[in-house]
């Protein structure tokens, strides 16, 4: 049986890694209910890379993907009451922008940004600012 299997198998090829993804960023809310994360993926059209931005509800297992159409999301960051995430979207329709989410997904607001890519995003104290 073990001849068998060593002939069935094959070394990594170059279209393996078209179907490789990796979880590049996590942020856990404060109350350690809900996980907002990114999954990076090769995107050969484009000769470059997707990253989606997902939030998954620990209490119930489902996960919501945030990010719609081609680019690439980042910085996530929770509100201190853990209410909302903000994080950076650079689209490639749309240019860059910071999306903030409720902590079911929804969108609650959207703000176009102009020059360099924003990173580190961070709520104040209060909660009012990011």
Do not use: H, N
Not at 76 to 104: C, K, N, P
């Amino acid at each position: 049986m073990r001849e068998e299997r060593q002939q069935t198998l094959r070394g990594l090829v170059p279209e393996d890694l078209m179907k490789f993804r990796w979880l590049e960023e996590i942020a856990l809310s404060p109350d350690g209910e809900v996980l907002a994360y990114t999954v990076r993926r090769p995107d050969c059209e484009r000769d470059g890379y997707q990253v989606d931005v997902y939030l998954l509800d620990l209490v119930d297992g489902v996960a919501v993907r945030m990010s719609v159409g081609e680019g690439r999301g980042g910085s996530l960051a929770w509100s201190r009451d853990g209410e909302s995430l903000g994080y950076v979207w650079q689209g490639e329709e749309v240019g860059t922008s910071v999306q903030i989410v409720d902590r079911t997904g929804l969108p609650s607001y959207f703000f176009e940004v102009e020059g360099p890519v924003p990173s580190g995003l961070d709520w104040s104290p209060d909660g009012r600012q990011l």
